[in-house]
Nanobody
Framework: QVQLVESGGGLVQAGGSLRLSCVAS????????LGWFRQTPGKERDFVAG????????KYADSVKGRFSISRDDAKNTVYLQMNSLKPEDTAVYYC?????????????????WGQGTQVTVSS
């Protein structure tokens, strides 16, 4: 059974940084694709970043490119989303998600497993 547990959200001032964590159980990273999404009230989940580990391919939404980065710690079975230079428009609930398959799609429906989400609030 796959379980994803997120943490690391909080309140931060604009320009600050946060690192989100997603602890995974029941899956092996190399067999899955990772996606990070975010959602604001009344809207669908938007793709933030995703990676295909074995070829080192990572893609980012234009809005976060150069500010956010993905990493992982295999020993802890944890993936991270490092968020720097945060802006008020980054305020959202952030989710990690995994899927099998070769691609790293940007659509919510393409992912099979989801964390519970963690709130990130950036004040101006």
């Amino acid at each position: 059974q796959v379980q994803l547990v997120e943490s690391g959200g909080g309140l931060v001032q604009a320009g600050g940084s946060l690192r989100l964590s997603c602890v995974a159980s029941g899956l092996t990273f190399r067999h899955y694709r990772l996606g990070w999404f975010r959602q604001t009230p009344g809207k669908e989940r938007d793709f933030v970043a995703g990676t295909k580990w074995e070829v080192g391919t990572t893609k980012y939404a234009d809005s976060v490119k150069g500010r956010f980065s993905i990493s992982r710690d295999d020993a802890k079975n944890t993936v991270y989303l490092q968020m720097n230079s945060l802006k008020p428009e980054d305020t959202a609930v952030y989710y990690c998600a995994f899927r099998r398959g070769l691609a790293v799609p940007t659509t919510e429906s393409s992912y099979d497993y989801w964390g519970q989400g963690t709130q990130v609030t950036v004040s101006s």
